[in-house]
Each structure stands twice: as structure tokens, then as C-alpha cells.
């Protein structure tokens, strides 16, 4: 168990160490996610629509492309130069990969998502006092689950043709459950409705998360079978 | 090849399109007691009768992708490649059956509902079951090697079917927070008997037609491997 955990560490450590020293992915995320707003500004009448009024919409959606398009980097970086071939062959469990690439992408996600909420806060106008805390756990209660499910499917469409297209097709429809959940929770928080009202949703959120990093651990030595 | 004409592949063929004959002829039959032996409905008139078509078409993409997540999750325990190949068999028959529900539910619901489409949780259900279908279908054609897709395609399989109750879960919680005018529901209990009967043999030639196209696709799946090809290559 802690021989798994240690050489987990050391997969996320590298991953992470990969980008903060090129930190292309990192800068070309943020930019993304800046991008998909300054389109969304446009796709919205602004006589009808305020906004504030779409702002939960708007951060979600964002989130959802934002992190399919992340998701997608976690294994091509390791296809260049066959690196996946070298981290199978080296003596460690399979399910201490997938820990290690969960972790870095999860760390990876989050950052880029804190500054997307931020991002969303300057030009949505969306007002975050007193509730910054609460929605930046929500956007980790909806990754959390997500992340797992895109970095099992990332190993898999990474060996495929059309990469790049297969993963949103295969991960989008996983992401329906988180951004319903999202959009409900941030909404009310803006709104300022107690928490009752959101328990619920957060519950579902916690579930899913749960689930589906059990089921990746699970599945994702078969993936990796030569 | 008919130096394989015993072989399992192509007996699973034939039987399958014995299967499928079958249930083509039950089909006409179930047009002929829609149209000729069953009342029309009072309320929405002629376009009731799609509902004889749209339920058991919707019953049979349901069951057909249930099949390919208990069929995945055998796989990966068992590693045998009859299961892959039923996988592969029943996603496919599985969309054939979605696009027939997709389809003649807008038909239904321009007349009935005034709209070609609403986002009413059980619309969006299948509909994105659908599209996880076509998804699993799609990473099947991208691949080549049939060991690699068997496996990938099988943990797509089972994390597709784990994936159902939460998308059921979200969208039913999504819309009953958001109510929708009343809307016209053709299947309430108290259905008159002849309907029901309709309905019944109905479900009954779609279930065959189901089993027909599943076990002559496997079939074809089959022999193609055996044959060492790739059927339904993507591009």
C-alpha cells in the first residue's frame, strides 16, 4: 500500500514537473478557457440576457471543454518518445499509475478551473463574496469523479487515431451528471439559498466521485495489458 | 467460403437471419392489428398508433445496451472473445433500435406535444444513451488491433452502465425541479385491452427482431475474426 502511494507520487510528481517547466499546457488551458468566454459573451443577447443571469451556465460549460481539452494532453505527452512503454515496463502496479496520473491531472484540472471561476467572476460579473469558498469545492467535488473517468479514457483514445476527437465523444456524455449538479449548486449559492436546498445535489456529486475513482482503479490495469 | 459453411459463425448467421425473417413477419403483423384491429385513440387520434412502433423500439435499445454492459464487465473477468463479439453485436443493434425510437418519437410528438422535441428527462436520458452508444461504437472503429478494442471497448461498456443511474438520477431531479406543462402521456395504466395486446405482440416482434439482428451480427463478427479481418472498419 505505501509502496503504491510512493510510486504514485513520483508519476504525479513527474507529470506536474513536466509542466510547470514548459508550461505551454498550463498558459494554452487558462488562454482556452478566456477564449470560450469571450465567444459566450457573443452567443448572448445582452438586451435580454444579463450576464449575471448566465454566469453559472457559462462557468460550467466552460469547465466541461476546458477539461476535456486538459484531459486529452495527460497521455499523448506520454505516447512521444514510446515514455508509456518505459512506465509499463517498470516494475510497479498498474493501479499506482493510474493513482499518479489522477493525481497530476486533478492538480492540473484544478488549477486551471480556480482560474477559469476567477476568469468568469471578471467579465460575468458575477459577485463570489461569501461564496467563493463554496464554489470552488463544488468545481472539486464535480472534478474529482470526472478527472477519473477522462484519465481512463485518455489512456485508451491516446492509442487510437483521431484522439483528439474520440475523448470528448466518449467523455461528454460522463460529464451530464457533474455539470447538471454544478449548474444546480452554484446557482443557488449565487442565489443565496440555504444550504438544504443543495445537499442533495452535493450528495450525488460526492457519490459519483466515489464510484467512478473506484471503478477506474478497478479497470484501468486492464487497459494497460500487453 | 464454403469450406466454413459448418462452422459456428455461420450457423449463428443463419440463425439469426431466420430470427430476424421471423420477426419481420411478426412485425407486418403487428402493423396489420395497429391499423386495422385496434381502436384509435380517442385524444390524439392516428398518430397514437407510432406509440405501437416507438415503446417496443425503445424497449429493445434499452435491452440491447444492457446487454453490452453485463457482456463488457463478463469480458473482463473472463477474457473470452464470444463475449467482445457480443458486445460489439448488440451496441450496434442496440443504436439500430435507438435511431427507430429517435425517430418516430418527434413524429409522435410534433402532432401530440406541438414540438419535434423537449428536453423531458426521459428524452434526454436516451438520447444521451445514445450517444455513449455511438461513442463505444465510434472508439471500436478506431481501433484495429482486437485484443486492444475488446478490452477498451469493455471499460467503456461497464463504465457506461455504471454512468445510467446517475444520468437518470440528474435529469429526473434536473426536471421535476424545473416543471413542464402537463403533458399528454399515451402510456397511462388504464390502457384498453386492445391496445395492450397491440403493444404486447408488438414488444414480442421487436424482441425477436432484436435477437435476429444480435445473433447475425455476432456471426459476422465471428467469422471476420476467425478470418482474421476487420468488419465495419472505421474509414
Known sequence: MRETLRVALVVAEKDLRVELRSRTAFISAVTLAALILLVFNFARD????????????????????????????????????????????????????????????????????????????????????????????????ASAGFVAVGTVFAAMTARTRFAELMLPLLL??????????????????????????????????????????????????????? | MSTLAASPAQRAIRRGLVLTGIGLAALAGVYLLALQFTPIERFQGLPQKIFYVHVPAAWSALLAFSLVGIASALYLWLRDPR???????????????????????????????????????????????????????????????????????????????????????????????????????PDSPSLPWEMLRTLLVSLGAFTVLLFGFVTARYGLARRSAEQGEEVGRGD
Open chain 1, 46 to 141: 445582452a438586451a435580454v440576457v444579463s450576464r449575471e443571469a448566465l454566469a453559472p451556465s457559462v462557468l460550467w460549460v466552460t469547465l466541461a471543454f476546458v477539461g476535456v481539452t486538459v484531459l486529452n494532453r495527460s497521455f499523448a505527452v506520454e505516447r512521444e518518445n514510446g515514455a508509456l512503454d518505459g512506465l509499463l515496463l517498470a516494475p510497479v502496479s498498474r493501479s499506482a499509475v493510474f493513482l499518479g496520473k489522477y493525481a497530476a491531472n486533478l492538480v492540473f484540472v484544478l488549477v486551471v478551473e480556480t482560474l477559469t471561476v476567477l476568469l468568469v467572476v471578471l467579465f460575468f460579473g458575477a459577485d463570489l463574496r461569501g461564496t467563493l469558498g463554496a464554489i470552488l469545492a463544488t468545481v472539486f467535488l
Open chain 1, 172 to 226: 461528454l456524455p460522463f460529464l451530464v451528471p457533474p455539470v447538471i449538479a454544478g449548474v444546480q449548486v452554484t446557482t443557488r449559492l449565487l442565489a443565496g439559498r440555504p444550504v438544504s436546498e443543495i445537499a442533495g445535489w452535493l450528495r450525488i456529486l460526492g457519490l459519483y466521485d466515489i464510484v467512478f475513482f473506484t471503478l477506474g482503479l478497478l479497470v484501468f490495469p486492464s487497459l494497460m495489458d500487453e
Open chain 2, 83 to 185: 463475449l467482445d463479439w457480443f458486445a460489439e453485436s448488440s451496441a450496434e443493434a442496440g443504436l439500430v433500435f435507438s435511431v427507430v425510437m429517435l425517430t418516430t418519437g418527434p413524429l409522435w410528438g410534433k402532432p401530440i406535444w406541438g414540438t419535434y422535441w423537449t428536453w423531458d428527462a426521459r428524452l434526454t436520458f436516451t438520447l444521451l444513451l445514445f450517444f455513449l452508444f455511438l461513442g463505444y461504437r465510434a472508439l471500436r472503429g478506431a481501433m484495429h488491433e482486437p485484443g486492444d478494442r475488446a478490452r477498451y471497448s469493455a471499460v467503456v461498456g461497464i463504465m457506461g452502465l455504471v454512468l445510467v443511474p446517475f444520468v437518470h438520477l440528474t435529469v429526473y431531479l434536473f426536471n421535476t425541479l424545473h416543471p413542464k406543462p402537463i403533458v399528454l402521456k
